[in-house]
């Protein structure tokens, strides 16, 4: 389906996400950052908390999606690439919280392909921080609705098991 070289590595807060893209970016992968932290870090750097900037969720999950759009756009599709979370969380996430999905979000959905998608399972650990505000119960919700997300425009997340982190990257990369 996909005409790209692109991977997208998703799953709840705190299960692993930037830890595996770092370890993909060490060897020498191109990687991208996750959307949703790059726009909580630069409003804490001015002195907004994360929570402030979360408080009109739906918008924040807008701007997040504008963002990854930004992003895509300047990657060549050609180069193996892996994101940290990929279009479809935005679609997840308004659905987590139950808001109005709008046309022009909806539109993004199949503009964004990728070669495959790894669902990471949840670690054992969850752990809250200025940026992840989720309850427990929310990660799980999320879990699945990142899974319907993906699944809904044609893409099959791979799960990837709860493991070390070298498990998980050894399979990650004896799939691409």
């Known amino acids: 389906m996909s005409a790209n070289n692109w991977y997208v590595i998703t799953g709840g807060p705190s299960a692993g996400k930037t830890t595996l893209i770092s370890r993909l970016e060490q060897l ?50 050609n180069t193996p690439t892996f994101f940290d979370r990929g279009m479809h969380d935005t679609l997840a996430y308004l659905r987590l919280y139950d808001f109005r999905i709008e046309k022009w979000v909806e539109e993004l959905m199949p503009r964004s392909n990728y070669k495959k998608v790894f669902l990471l399972e949840p670690l054992g650990d969850y752990e809250q921080d200025y940026a992840r505000t989720e309850s427990r119960d929310t990660v799980k919700q999320l879990h699945q609705l990142l899974h319907e997300a993906y699944a809904e425009y044609g893409m099959k997340p791979i799960r990837i098991k709860a493991t070390t982190v070298d498990e998980r990257l050894k399979t990650i990369l004896d799939q691409i």
């Open 28 to 77: 020498g992968y191109q990687t991208v950052p996750e959307a949703a932290r790059v726009i909580i870090d630069k409003a804490v750097a001015k002195g907004l908390a994360a929570g402030e900037l979360r408080s009109d969720e739906k918008h924040f999950q807008e701007d997040v999606a504008r963002l990854k759009t930004k992003l895509e756009a300047k990657y060549d599709k």
